[in-house]
């Protein structure tokens, strides 16, 4: 008998979706446009993720130590480095790596730079650290300088208990820390407009939506009052008469989920790889996500948005004629 019954309320969705053609393409192209106009803000929204994060572990905070910081100090300094929360990597990099570099800098004028070779090497050494999270670049290079000067007033208090007159004369073995604070933060401010960009554009597309299907399926509500007034005077119940209509909604939901995955997924990749081939991006070297990694995301999320929708629309369709 449940089986029976379950079997009738399937058939009457499925039957509600084939009698009504006109208004059920309708309800599906314009689930489509309005699904696929959230894949498109879903997609840049995944992508700037994962620029954001690309971008992270390339971006370096460098700190600069002076050139009488002693190696027990430089290994020291390395080692708590390491061990601050949000560090990615930790790379030394010699005087003569450094010259070397602005060797490559000023290809033009390497003959000039001879004169800077050996004792006479001006440039410091220096740790380029990169992070796992920007947002806390600030306070990193808070924690950094706190250890320099850790360091250093370690180091004074042996030289004291050394009897060493001569004592490091600075208050930190740390000379300098650059990063680009500006970009940075032009950048997660970049990122969280995007972020609240396709939040709102999200709520404003699913009323939408929800708007559409149950405006939709109210008229085949309509068309049926008289059927739907007898079903209640013979006893049918509410939840018999409601989920022939809510199985009809999802099946729209479901039908419009997978149109917009199959267009989705077509021209995201053309336009990926058009975009891919630039060449701010190649400089960068910064890769874009192929469709098929973010394919189980999106495909979760047009699943619950459809199956959703559909019943959520539904229900407000049904409401007005299921009142006692």
């Not at 990099?93 to 290809?107: R, T, V």
């Not at 050394?162 to 933060?185: F, G, M, P, R, Y």
């Not at 070297?285 to 990694?293: H, K």
């Amino acid at each position: 008998m449940r089986y029976n019954g379950f079997s009738y309320l399937i058939g009457e969705g499925f039957s509600n979706v084939l009698k009504n053609k006109k208004s059920t393409i309708i309800s599906i192209m314009t689930m489509v446009c309005t699904m696929f106009l959230f894949g498109i803000f879903f997609s840049i929204g995944v992508n700037v993720n994962s620029v954001l994060e690309q971008v992270q572990l390339k971006q370096g905070i460098q700190v600069f130590i002076w050139d009488e910081t002693t190696e027990d100090q430089r290994l020291q300094l390395e080692s708590e480095i390491k061990t601050l929360d949000g560090i990615n990597t930790v790379v030394f990099k010699n005087k003569q790596q450094a010259l070397d570099d602005f060797k490559e800098m000023m290809k033009d004028r390497k003959e000039f730079l001879k004169a800077y070779e050996g004792e006479n090497n001006i440039f410091p050494a220096s740790y380029v650290v990169t992070l796992t999270n920007l947002e806390k670049s600030n306070e990193i290079q808070d924690e950094i300088k706190r250890i320099g000067a850790k360091i250093a007033t370690e180091g004074r208090s042996q030289e004291v208990n050394l009897d060493i007159e001569e004592s490091t004369e600075h208050d930190s073995v740390i000379k300098e820390i650059t990063s680009s604070d500006n970009a940075i933060t032009a950048l997660i401010t970049i990122v969280k407009g995007v972020r609240i960009a396709i939040l709102v554009i999200f709520i404003i597309l699913l009323v939408i939506s929800i708007t559409i299907i149950s405006n939709t399926i109210r008229l085949t509500v309509h068309a049926r009052r008289k059927e739907i007034s007898i079903m209640k005077y013979v006893g049918a119940t509410n939840g018999f008469i409601r989920w022939p209509f809510i199985i009809e909604g999802i099946i729209i939901g479901i039908i419009a989920a997978l149109i917009t995955l199959l267009v989705v997924g077509v021209l995201y990749d053309f336009v990926i790889q058009k975009i891919q081939t630039s060449a701010v991006l190649q400089k960068m070297n910064i890769t874009l996500l192929s469709f098929i990694e973010i394919a189980k995301p999106i495909t979760i999320v047009y699943a619950i948005l459809g199956i959703g929708i559909g019943i959520i629309g539904s229900s407000m369709s049904m409401k007005k004629y299921l009142e006692v």
